[in-house]
Nanobody
Framework: QVQLVESGGGLVQAGGSLRLSCAAS????????MDWYRQAPGKQRELSAT???????RYADSVKGRFTISRDNAKNTVYLQMNSLKPEDTAVYYC???????????????WGQGTQVTVSS
C-alpha cells in the first residue's frame, strides 16, 4: 500500500557531493519520522540521519556537519544532501519511514529498495 522510491546515488570522488531523494506514495494519511540508513559491505545497517514530522533532525556522529536531512511534506519526500564525501561513506543507502496508513489509522514501517553510493579516493 505504501512504496518508498529512492534516487540520486552514484559514483563520486572524495570531497564531492551527492543528493539522495526518497518519495513515498500510496495510501498515506501522514508520515512521522523519515530516516536514512546505510549499510557498508560486511557491516550492519546503521542510522545516518532522522527528521521528525516537526522537522527536528538528528545525525550520527560519522556524518554530522557533512550531511543534511530535510523533507517536503507536500511531496512526501525526504532528502539527504551529502557533502565532503569520504571513501568510508561508501554504502547502500536506504530510506525508511513510519507511515500512518489510510484505511487502518495505524503506523507501519516501510523501507526503500536502497541506492548505492560509492566514493572513490
Amino acid at each position: 500500500q505504501v512504496q518508498l522510491v529512492e534516487s540520486g546515488g552514484g559514483l563520486v570522488q572524495a570531497g564531492g557531493s551527492l543528493r539522495l531523494s526518497c518519495a513515498a506514495s500510496g495510501s498515506i494519511l501522514s508520515i512521522n519520522n523519515m530516516d536514512w540508513y546505510r549499510q557498508a559491505p560486511g557491516k550492519q545497517r546503521e542510522l545516518s540521519a532522522t527528521v521528525t514530522s516537526s522537522n527536528n533532525t538528528r545525525y550520527a556522529d560519522s556524518v554530522k556537519g557533512r550531511f543534511t536531512i530535510s523533507r517536503d511534506n507536500a511531496k512526501n519526500t525526504v532528502y539527504l544532501q551529502m557533502n565532503s564525501l569520504k571513501p568510508e561513506d561508501t554504502a547502500v543507502y536506504y530510506c525508511h519511514a513510519n507511515v500512518v496508513v489510510g484505511g487502518f489509522g495505524y503506523q507501519f514501517s516501510y523501507w526503500g529498495q536502497g541506492t548505492q553510493v560509492t566514493v572513490s579516493s
